[in-house]
């Protein structure tokens, strides 16, 4: 069987948790790294959204990350990071919904009309501080280990720490830190953030992972 494949951008948080789903998943995937500012045609031809992550299966076309992590784990959980409570589903909603909006405002305000970052960046903490609470328990959201909803939320609070790293780690949310810490210093975050040359019609093909 032709292996899917993974259209994925390096730096990008969604495409991030596409590819720690499928690392832990050991599906084996086409990767092709795709560069925002010179998109492939064979990439926009692929997505209806041209956007990334973007898996292509022999049977579907999944461009949302959450959707691909879902499939990567429903393929294979050996990890059991499906093995959560419902409440996960509910943390990785607000991650997706207003914590990632108020992240974009704060990250890139002058996009925006009317935008106080300032405002927006304290929005965006209220919901850390949430997670520093439960986090406060155990290493992990739901336990000593690693699941899904760590995972589909670690990207972008590494990418919302990474606006003013100094701010970030001067505020009260130790267990936050730690939990990100352990993200960032994981073998499993070194393996999703290879860099790979972007992708041209004709290259051999970069197995993943």
């Known amino acids: 069987m032709t292996p899917p494949v993974l259209w994925s951008f390096r730096r990008c948080p969604y495409a991030m948790r596409a590819r720690l789903a499928v690392a832990s998943s050991r599906v084996q995937t086409e990767l092709r790294e795709v560069v925002l500012r010179d998109k492939p045609q064979a990439f926009l031809e692929a997505s209806p959204s041209a956007t990334v ?7 579907e076309v999944i461009d949302e990350s959450f959707d691909i992590m879902l499939w990567a784990l429903q393929q294979a959980d050996p990890e059991g990071w499906l093995d959560m409570p419902e409440d996960g589903l509910a943390l990785i909603e607000i991650c997706d ?5 108020s992240l974009d ?3 890139y305000p002058s996009r925006y009309d ?10 965006a903490g209220r919901f850390l501080k949430d997670l520093n609470t439960q986090l406060g328990r155990q290493a992990y959201l739901f336990g000593d280990t ?11 609070a590494r990418q919302f720490a990474h606006v003013d790293l100094e701010w970030f780690e001067d505020q009260s949310w130790a267990a ?9 210093s994981s073998d499993r975050f070194a393996g999703i953030m290879s860099k790979y040359p972007q992708w ?9 992972p």
């Open 200 to 208: 041209q019609p004709g290259d051999p093909v970069t197995s993943f």
């Open 53 to 59: 992550p973007c898996l292509i299966t022999e049977t």
């Open 97 to 101: 919904g207003p914590f990632k909006t």
């Open 146 to 156: 690693p699941k899904l909803a760590d995972m589909a939320i670690l990207p972008f």
């Open 114 to 123: 009317g935008i106080d970052a300032d405002a927006e960046r304290s929005s």
């Open 176 to 184: 936050v830190l730690g939990w990100l810490d352990r993200f960032k």
């Open 105 to 107: 405002h704060y990250k």
